[in-house]
C-alpha cells in the first residue's frame, strides 16, 4: 500500500458573514498517496480551489485538520507554515504568475532562493529542471518571449525545482489550447509523477482524464465521492 | 538574504521605465532641494562677507544694526569707554562705507570702501601683490581680488582712479575669504584716508573691533558694553545675526524654504506615486512569492532594499548634477553665490529617507496585506 501524502478530515470553510455567507467547502475528507496523480473535478464555484488552498497551507480551514505525510499543518506558526509550503508543496498557479522580469531560469530558481540558497548554485539546478520539461534553450530569455504551453512549462519547472513531495496544479489546461493541455499533463504524468510525489490536479477538462489514478469530483463544496480509481493502477 | 535582494534588485531595475521614473522624481527633489539651500547658503555667507574677512574677535556696534552693510555710526568716545574695559587687550575702529569711483576710462562704479585702523591695520588682507606699508602711502588703496575685482577693470599695482575728485592709486592686490553679496568691488585704505576722501557724518566709526585679553573676558566685555548702550557681538553671534536677518526679515529665507518645500513635494509625489504603481503591479508577483513560501519579513526587506537603492541612487546622481551646475555656473558667473555645505546634503538626505519611507511604508502595507489565496485563485 502506497504511503499517505496527503490526509484531509472534516474540512470546512465559509467566506463572508449572514446574507452573504458561502459554505464553499463543506466537511470534505479525502486521502491522496504518494505515487498517484489525483484529479479534483466539478463544475466552477464548488470549491475545487478552495479546498486545494488549505489542503497546501494557503487558506486556513474553519474547521477540520490537513496532515501532510503525518503531521499537521494548520497547529503551525505563520512562518513555519511558509517554510512548510517551501519546502513540501510545488504549486502551478493557473495563471502561472511568471515574473516578466526576470529570466526564465531566474524564475524557475526562486523557490530556491527564497530556501536561502546561494544564487549561482540556485540558477544552475534552474536550468536542470528547464531541460527537464525541455526548454534548456529559453533559460535567458523573459517568460514573455514563451507560448502559453512553455510558460506552463517553466511553472511546473519552478514548481518542482525544491524538489517538493506533493504538486499542486490548479486547472493547468485552462490557458492552454487542447493539444497543449494534454501533452503538459501526459509530460507530468511521465516525467514528473514519481514514487516519492503525490500530484493533486484540479481540473474539468474530461480530455485528460486518462492520466489520473483516481479522480474525486466535488459539488456545490462536497465532495461526491471517487468518481474513477485505479485508472493507471501499475 | 542575498538572494532575494538580487531578485528584488532586477524587479526593480528590469522594469526600465518605472526605474527611471523613480529616479527622475528623486534626482529633481534632491537637486533642487540643494540647488536651493546652496544658493541660500552661499547667500548667507556672502552677507558676511566682511566679518568674516576682518576677522576680528568682537564687534561692537549701535543695537539697531542688522547686517554688517548698513552701518550707524558710533561716537568716539564709545572707543574710550571700550578701551577703558578691564578684559580688553586692544579695540580699533573700522570704517566701512560706500563710495562711488571714477575709473581711469571715465566709468563710474560704485564700491565697499574699507578703512583700517592707521596704528595696527587691525583686520588687513592678505597680499597677493605689493606692501602692505604701501597703504600709508600717499592716495593708496588696496584693490581686492574678489569676484567684483573685474569691475575695477582688473586693476595692477599702480593703476589710478578718482574718488570724489581725490586722487587714489592701486598699491596692492588683496585677496579675502570671502567675497561680498552686493556685487560692488572691495578696497581696503587707512581708516583717516577714508574719511578724508568719503564725505561722513558727525560720528565716523563704523565699527569697533575689540580683542578680548582672554576667552573669558567676553562675557565681562559684552555685558560692559551694553551698560553704555551698544552691543557687542562675537565674530559667530554678528555672522549669525546678519543670516537671521536675510532669513527672517527678508524674503529671501522664505522663498528658499517654500521652494525647497515645494521640491520635497514634488520628489514625494513623483516618487512616491510611481513606487506606489511599481508596488500595485508586482502585487501579484509579491503574492505568489507568499504562496510559495516567502515570509512577510523577507518581502518587506525586498520593498524597503527597492526604496533604499532607488532613492540612494538618485540622491547620488540629484548631488552629481548639483555639484556638476554649479560648477559650470561658476566657470562663467563669478559672482554666482552658491556653496554644497555638509548641512545642506545631510538635509536633502534625511528628506530622501523620508521620501522613502513613506513610500516603502505604503507598499509594505498593501504588500502585507495580499492573502495568497487571492493570487492562487486568479
Ligand atoms: N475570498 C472569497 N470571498 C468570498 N467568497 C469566496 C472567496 N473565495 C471563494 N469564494 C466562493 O467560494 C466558492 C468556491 O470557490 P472556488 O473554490 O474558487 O471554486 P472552484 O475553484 O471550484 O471554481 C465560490 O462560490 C466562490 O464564490
Ligand atoms: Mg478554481
Given at each position: 500500500?502506497?504511503?499517505?501524502?496527503?490526509?484531509?478530515?472534516?474540512?470546512?470553510?465559509?467566506?463572508?458573514?449572514?446574507?452573504?455567507?458561502?459554505?464553499?467547502?463543506?466537511?470534505?475528507?479525502?486521502?491522496?498517496?504518494?505515487?498517484e496523480i489525483l484529479y479534483v473535478v466539478g463544475p466552477s464555484g464548488s470549491g475545487k480551489t478552495t479546498m486545494l488552498s488549505m489542503i497546501s497551507g494557503i487558506l486556513r480551514p474553519n474547521s477540520g485538520t490537513v496532515k501532510i505525510e503525518g503531521s499537521e499543518i494548520w497547529s503551525l506558526t505563520n512562518d513555519a507554515l511558509a517554510d512548510f509550503r517551501l519546502h513540501k508543496i510545488g504549486f502551478v498557479f493557473q495563471d502561472f504568475h511568471l515574473f516578466p522580469r526576470l529570466t526564465t531560469a531566474e524564475n524557475v530558481a526562486i523557490p530556491l532562493i527564497l530556501q536561502k540558497r546561494a544564487w549561482d548554485e540556485a540558477l544552475k539546478e534552474a536550468e536542470v529542471d528547464l531541460e527537464v520539461v525541455g526548454l534548456k534553450?529559453?533559460?535567458?530569455?523573459?517568460?514573455?518571449?514563451?507560448?502559453?504551453?512553455?510558460?506552463?512549462?517553466?511553472?511546473?519547472?519552478?514548481?518542482?525545482?525544491?524538489?517538493?513531495?506533493?504538486?499542486?496544479?490548479?486547472?493547468?489546461?485552462?490557458?492552454?489550447?487542447?493539444?497543449?493541455?494534454?501533452?503538459?499533463?501526459?509530460?507530468?504524468?511521465?516525467?514528473?509523477?514519481?514514487?516519492?510525489?503525490?500530484i493533486v490536479i484540479v481540473t474539468h477538462d474530461s480530455r485528460i482524464y486518462e492520466f489520473a489514478d483516481r479522480i474525486v469530483k466535488m459539488e456545490d463544496g462536497k465532495m461526491m465521492g471517487i468518481e474513477r480509481e485505479n485508472l493507471n493502477a501499475q | 538574504m542575498g538572494g532575494i535582494l538580487h531578485i528584488a534588485y532586477k524587479l526593480l531595475v528590469n522594469d526600465r521605465a518605472k526605474y527611471a521614473a523613480l529616479l527622475l522624481g528623486i534626482t529633481f527633489a534632491v537637486f533642487l532641494m540643494i540647488e536651493m539651500t546652496s544658493l541660500f547658503a552661499g547667500i548667507l555667507t556672502r552677507s558676511s562677507a566682511t566679518v568674516i574677512n576682518i576677522g576680528a574677535s568682537i564687534w561692537v556696534m549701535d543695537p539697531a544694526i542688522q547686517t554688517v552693510a548698513n552701518t550707524i555710526p558710533l561716537p568716539d568716545y564709545v572707543l574710550d569707554e571700550v578701551r577703558s574695559i578691564p578684559g580688553v587687550k586692544y579695540a580699533v575702529p573700522l570704517y566701512s562705507g560706500a563710495a562711488l569711483l571714477k575709473l581711469?576710462?571715465?566709468?563710474?562704479?560704485?564700491?565697499?570702501?574699507?578703512?583700517?585702523?592707521?596704528?595696527s591695520l587691525f583686520g588687513r588682507p592678505t597680499l597677493e601683490n605689493g606692501n602692505i606699508e604701501d597703504i600709508f602711502a600717499e592716495n593708496a588703496?588696496?584693490?581686492?581680488?574678489?569676484?567684483?575685482?573685474?569691475?575695477?577693470?582688473?586693476?595692477?599695482?599702480?593703476?589710478?582712479?578718482?574718488?570724489?575728485?581725490?586722487?587714489?592709486?592701486?598699491?596692492?592686490?588683496?585677496?579675502?575669504?570671502?567675497?561680498?553679496?552686493?556685487?560692488?568691488?572691495?578696497?581696503?585704505?587707512?581708516?583717516?584716508?577714508?574719511?578724508?576722501?568719503?564725505?561722513?557724518t558727525r560720528f565716523t566709526i563704523s565699527y569697533l573691533l575689540v580683542e578680548p585679553k582672554t576667552l573669558a573676558d567676553v562675557a565681562l566685555i559684552k555685558q560692559q558694553v551694553k551698560a553704555a548702550?551698544?552691543?557687542?557681538?562675537?565674530?559667530?553671534?554678528?555672522?549669525?545675526?546678519?543670516?537671521?536677518?536675510?532669513?527672517?526679515?527678508?524674503?529671501?529665507?522664505?522663498?528658499?524654504?517654500?521652494?525647497?518645500?515645494?521640491?520635497?513635494?514634488?520628489?514625494?509625489?513623483?516618487?512616491?506615486?510611481?513606487?506606489?504603481t511599481f508596488v500595485i503591479e508586482n502585487l501579484e508577483?509579491?503574492?505568489?512569492?507568499?504562496?510559495?513560501?516567502?515570509?512577510?519579513?523577507?518581502?518587506?526587506?525586498?520593498?524597503?532594499?527597492?526604496?533604499?537603492?532607488?532613492?540612494?541612487?538618485?540622491?547620488?546622481?540629484?548631488?552629481?548634477?548639483?555639484?556638476l551646475i554649479i560648477w559650470t555656473a561658476r566657470l562663467y558667473l563669478p559672482d554666482y553665490a552658491a556653496i554644497i555645505t555638509f548641512s545642506n546634503l545631510v538635509l536633502a538626505f534625511l528628506m530622501v529617507i523620508v521620501i522613502a519611507a513613506i513610500s516603502s511604508y505604503v507598499g509594505v502595507r498593501k504588500v502585507l496585506r495580499i492573502e495568497p489565496f487571492d493570487i492562487f485563485r486568479g
Open positions: 500500500m502506497a504511503r499517505t501524502a496527503i490526509e484531509a478530515v472534516g474540512l470546512n470553510k465559509w467566506f463572508g458573514d449572514g446574507e452573504v455567507k458561502t459554505h464553499a467547502v463543506k466537511d470534505v475528507s479525502f486521502e491522496a498517496y504518494l505515487g534553450d529559453r533559460a535567458q530569455l523573459p517568460p514573455v518571449k514563451l507560448s502559453g504551453g512553455e510558460q506552463q512549462r517553466v511553472a511546473i519547472a519552478r514548481a518542482i525545482v525544491s524538489r517538493p513531495d506533493i504538486l499542486i496544479l490548479d486547472e493547468p489546461t485552462a490557458s492552454l489550447d487542447g493539444d497543449s493541455g494534454r501533452n503538459i499533463v501526459k509530460f507530468v504524468r511521465e516525467h514528473i509523477l514519481s514514487d516519492q510525489r503525490c | 581711469p576710462d571715465g566709468v563710474y562704479q560704485s564700491a565697499n570702501i574699507i578703512g583700517l585702523d592707521d596704528t588703496f588696496i584693490a581686492v581680488k574678489d569676484s567684483e575685482f573685474y569691475k575695477l577693470e582688473n586693476p595692477k599695482v599702480g593703476a589710478e582712479f578718482e574718488l570724489n575728485d581725490h586722487r587714489g592709486v592701486i598699491v596692492g592686490i588683496a585677496h579675502v575669504a570671502s567675497s561680498g553679496l552686493f556685487g560692488v568691488p572691495t578696497l581696503y585704505t587707512t581708516y583717516n584716508r577714508a574719511l578724508q576722501y568719503i564725505p561722513s548702550g551698544y552691543l557687542a557681538l562675537t565674530k559667530d553671534e554678528f555672522i549669525q545675526k546678519i543670516s537671521s536677518f536675510y532669513k527672517y526679515q527678508t524674503g529671501v529665507g522664505t522663498n528658499m524654504l517654500i521652494m525647497t518645500v515645494i521640491s520635497f513635494i514634488i520628489g514625494l509625489s513623483i516618487s512616491g506615486q510611481t513606487f506606489y508577483k509579491f503574492g505568489a512569492l507568499k504562496a510559495i513560501g516567502a515570509k512577510g519579513r523577507e518581502l518587506i526587506v525586498m520593498i524597503l532594499f527597492q526604496a533604499a537603492f532607488v532613492s540612494l541612487t538618485g540622491y547620488g546622481i540629484g548631488v552629481g548634477l548639483c555639484a
